[in-house]
T-cell receptor, first 116, second 109 residues
């Protein structure tokens, strides 16, 4: 059974705090992704990684950084949390594209972060 | 720009009816197409994927793909109240997915 876990379901942090969101997958997937989801805006890609120690910016990387020291773990870091980073954060993983077709992404349960 | 357009809804259908969800996309290079279901407060879960033109059936769900017209649709037969959720369409021109904003479906008992 595929499994993507995230460290917290709900998190409340203060403005200016450094926030760590952890994601772990047990499917031996190469690709991992961080999204945020806001009403009316859909899923927006923050960062992704195709391999250990590799990272690429998505559509909205400002204010975020990531770390991938091990294949199964992908961390999202909010360097200095701000109220506009209040959102649902979703981690996903997938296998790399083969033979012209992409494989589906599996999502973790999400972390609802509130920054006050 | 890899745009994925969905009607945000809400789409309301009576229980037992067929729900039809549509999605258009702009990137002709897309080869893989996915439908996700997302219940309120939960994360998206994969329902179906389709790579080839035509229909693909899985239980009560049928995905339809027309690459020439750049649309993909999802039909839900015998709709149940438990199908009430937001349905996200996603395209994959490469390793990343590009999502639409979703269509909210309500099945009325």
């Amino acid at each position: 059974d595929v499994k993507v876990t995230q460290s917290s379901r709900y998190l409340v942090k203060r403005t200016g705090e450094k926030v760590f969101l952890e994601c772990v997958q047990d499917m031996d997937h190469e690709n991992m992704f961080w999204y945020r989801q806001d009403p009316g805006l859909g899923l927006r890609l923050i960062y992704f990684s195709y391999d250990v120690k590799m990272k690429e910016k998505g559509d909205i990387p400002e204010g975020y950084s990531v770390s991938r020291e091990k294949k199964e773990r992908f961390s999202l870091i909010l360097e200095s949390a701000s109220t506009n980073q209040t959102s649902m954060y979703l981690c996903a993983s997938s296998s790399p594209r083969l033979a012209g077709f992409s494989y589906e992404q599996y999502f973790g349960p999400g972390t609802r972060l509130t920054v006050t | 720009q890899k745009e994925v357009e969905q009607n945000s809804g809400p789409l309301s259908v009576p229980e037992g009816a067929i729900a039809s969800l549509n999605c258009t996309y702009s990137d002709r290079g897309s080869q893989s197409f996915f439908w996700y279901r997302q219940y309120s407060g939960k994360s998206p879960e994969l329902i179906m994927f389709i790579y080839s033109n035509g229909d693909k059936e899985d239980g009560r769900f049928t995905a339809q793909l027309n690459k020439a017209s750049q649309y993909v649709s999802l039909l839900i037969r015998d709709s149940q109240p438990s199908d009430s959720a937001t349905y996200l369409c996603a395209i994959a021109p490469a390793n990343n997915l590009f999502f639409g904003t979703g269509t909210r479906l309500t099945v009325i008992p």
